[in-house]
Structures are given as C-alpha cells and as structure tokens.
C-alpha cells in the first residue's frame, strides 16, 4: 500500500495563504470613520472606497505612506497591498471641526 508522506509543520509561523483582493466600503462622516476596525491578512490586496456624507475629510494611514483628501459627496477610492503584520493607526487629516481630533479608527493585520 502506498501512502503518502506526512507533512508537518512543527513551528508556530503561519503558513502563508496566497493574497486575495479586499474591498472595503467605508463611510466617513463628522468625527467617525465607519467601519473604524479593518482587519486583513498580510499580503492582501486592499481597496477601500471612501465617501464623504458631509464635509471634506482626510484619510491618513502613516505606516503604509497613505494620505488623500475625500471630498464632500464623492467617493474616493484607496488601493494598496499591506505588507507588514500590526495594528495601525488611520485618521482624518482634514481638519473638519471640533471633533476632529476623534476621527480615527485601527488597521489590523494578522
């Protein structure tokens, strides 16, 4: 009888999935970004398709050098592949008011 050979992978690294596309819609509106949570895998292709339902708003992720303007009734549609696993900050960078400060939300990659 011929069986095949067991193949095990004894370490804690994940194995690597091949990178998909992920598009996400996402609203931005006064002091929040919704959703304010994006969880992806590394590797992935993102898409994230942004509209402003009032004022102009900015979308700035730091780690992966993203900074774009979203005006007011348009969308603006952002693509990068994240290539690094963490938690990374996004935020407004258009000052849009006094809660402009809170206007933020969370990047996770696994």
Known sequence: IN???V???D???PIDTPSKEVTINMK???WEFEPS???VKKGDKVKLIITSED???GFKLPDFNINKDIE???TTTIEFTVDKIGTFNFMCSVLCGSGHSDM???LVVE
Request: charged share 30%.
């Open 7 to 9: 193949i095990s992978d």
């Open 11 to 13: 370490s804690d690294e």
């Open 55 to 57: 004022v102009k708003h």
């Open 3 to 5: 069986t095949p050979p």
């Open 72 to 74: 007011p009734g348009k």
């Open 104 to 106: 933020k939300g969370t």
């Open 28 to 30: 931005a509106r006064t």
């Open 37 to 39: 949570t994006i969880t």
